[in-house]
């Protein structure tokens, strides 16, 4: 390919892998199915390219589609195993994010109600709602007719509606929640922990060191407090599994704010918060080195604020 034909594909690498990241759920998945369509990109008679936007839009969403149906994608999220990907803020995998419906649609619990969709009722979500896709370019994307691109979505809304938190939080903001998070948690007084939290709020983790063979559910608010509470306790046998004494970080993640394990700038693990209203409503743990990998790149690329506790 010539330098021109190349330059026109990375222009659109960002928005692309955007759209598989809400697809997928995974920034691994996603990087790989971008690679995928810039190879059908390579070997195309561009020609017959009228709108190269359009085309590659169309060739992402599909690969991202076929993935979600192939056996072991099937497999893999049915186990109890599967969590969607963290991103840090900044990311551009993140993708556009000037609306509310921009915002929720990459948040984690979204990505996870997600999982509840056909893979055709996700592809419309994710490209009406974050990308303002009209019906009748969806269907040409999806091989649909327009009557059926407006029920899909019609669906999906009903399913998704419910995850809704408060997003676009920013660095200051995040750092008030998790500070207020993190000081109740340590308090002592489990009643102070569950004031914070929702009626109904919820958690999942993926065990320590991300080695659960199952994610773990907290199905109440006075179960998750007890976890919570357990988990920000220091003990010498938890800092000689960890190798130190990490400090805890407020970060943004996927629009939420969120607490960062870290020593020596390395990641250990993330704790997502997510909001409605005023209050907790779920709170997401991930420490499994392979879901964090990305992030971990990007916080090592980026700067911080100052720990909330350098040595914990």
């Known amino acids: 390919m010539d330098t021109a ?73 049915s186990v109890g195993t599967w969590m969607p990907e963290p991103l840090l803020d900044g990311d551009p995998m993140l993708g556009p994010a000037d609306t509310v419906e921009q915002r929720e649609s990459v948040t984690l619990a979204v990505l996870a109600l997600m999982e509840r969709l056909s893979p055709v009722e996700r592809a ?55 500070a207020a998070f993190v000081d109740a948690a340590s308090s002592g007084r489990i009643d102070d922990l569950i004031a914070l939290l929702t009626d109904d709020a919820t958690g999942v983790s993926d065990g320590v060191g991300g080695l659960a063979t199952k994610l773990i559910h907290y199905l109440t608010p006075q179960r998750l407090a007890r976890a ?25 993640v996927n629009g939420c704010p969120a607490m960062a394990f870290t020593l020596d700038d390395r990641i250990l693990g993330i704790a997502i918060i997510e909001i409605r209203g005023d209050k907790i409503a779920g709170l997401r743990s991930i420490a499994a080195p392979t879901r964090l990998a990305r992030l971990a790149e990007q916080w090592q690329r980026s700067e911080h604020d100052a720990a909330l506790i350098e040595s914990w």
């Open 124 to 178: 419309v979500y994710v490209l009406h709602e974050a990308f303002a896709y009209r019906h009748a370019e969806i269907a040409e994307i999806l091989d649909i007719t327009v009557s059926a691109s407006q029920q899909h979505l019609h669906r999906a809304r009903a399913r998704i509606t419910v995850a809704r938190n408060t997003t676009g939080i920013d660095r200051v903001a995040a750092r008030r929640i998790v």
């Open 5 to 77: 034909t190349v330059e026109r594909f990375e222009a659109s690498r960002d928005r692309l892998a955007s759209i598989a990241y809400r697809l997928l759920g995974s920034a691994a998945d996603a990087e790989d199915t971008v690679q995928d369509a810039f190879l059908r990109w390579q070997s195309a008679d561009r020609t017959y390219v009228e709108v190269p936007e359009a085309w590659l839009t169309k060739i992402v969403t599909n690969l991202a589609l076929d993935r979600l149906r192939s056996a072991k994608a099937r497999h893999e999220r």
């Open 228 to 252: 919570v509470q357990a988990g920000l306790t220091p003990t010498p046998a938890k800092r000689r599994l960890v190798g130190g004494s990490p400090s805890i970080h407020a970060i943004v």
